[in-house]
Structures are given as C-alpha cells and as structure tokens.
C-alpha cells in the first residue's frame, strides 16, 4: 500500500486561500489515481477531486473553478489548492489513492490507501 501524508490544513477566513500537500511514500505513485475527499461533522464524505495517472482531473460541483489539483511525480506529492473559500468548505481533508485506473468514476470504497488527514475550517 501507499503511504499517504496530508499537511497544509488551517483555520481562514471566508474568501481565503489555502493549499494542501500530500505526500506519497511509494515511487511508483504516479500511476495511480489520486483525489481528495472531505468529510464535515454528520455529513458523508465527499469527494471534492481527483487527478489520473496522465494528469486528467475531475471536480465535485460544489468545488469546481475554486479548488485545483495538481501532482509533482518527481516528489510523489498530490496538491489541492483551495480558492474563495466559505464555511460549507470546513472538514477534515483527505488523501487518497487507488490502483483502479477509471478515475473520474471512482468512489471512496474504490480507493484503498488514505492518509490521516487534516483539518480545514473556515471561518463566515
């Protein structure tokens, strides 16, 4: 399995920025499907974006033209960079991967590494 380490995670204020990291220990990361899930108390996870082997990326609506991923293959790291910012965007964020290669189709049982993850909160 691959080890998967979240960081850059913090408390902002509506309409801020933050980019989150993710680090991979396996070098052959590169072909797999990374993404980022979310998770806010009581609500179900969600996944908020993925990124494929050959960079394709896919978004959840509720993300979409605010939030990028983006991966270095050269580091084995999986970016999210975080736009515009509001308070349904708090949660605890997660790095995933998975050997399957229909990323965009992908769902969180599909995924069988996940980092511990890191906590957003952004203040209204």
């Known amino acids: 399995q691959v080890q998967l380490v979240e960081s850059g995670g913090g408390s902002v204020q509506a309409g801020g920025s933050l980019t989150l990291s993710c680090a991979a220990s396996?070098?052959?990361?590169?072909?797999?499907?990374m993404a980022w899930f979310r998770q806010a108390p009581g609500k179900e996870r969600e996944r908020v974006a993925v990124i494929s082997g050959d960079g394709g990326t896919t978004y959840a609506d509720s993300v979409k033209d605010r939030f990028t991923i983006s991966k270095d293959n050269a580091k084995k790291m999986v970016f999210l960079q975080m736009n515009s910012l509001n308070a349904e965007d708090t949660g605890m964020y997660y790095c995933a991967a998975s050997y399957l290669r229909n990323c965009r189709d992908l769902v969180g049982g599909d995924f069988d590494s996940w980092g511990q993850g890191t906590q957003v909160t952004v203040a209204s």
């Open positions: 396996e070098d052959t990361y590169s072909r797999y499907c």
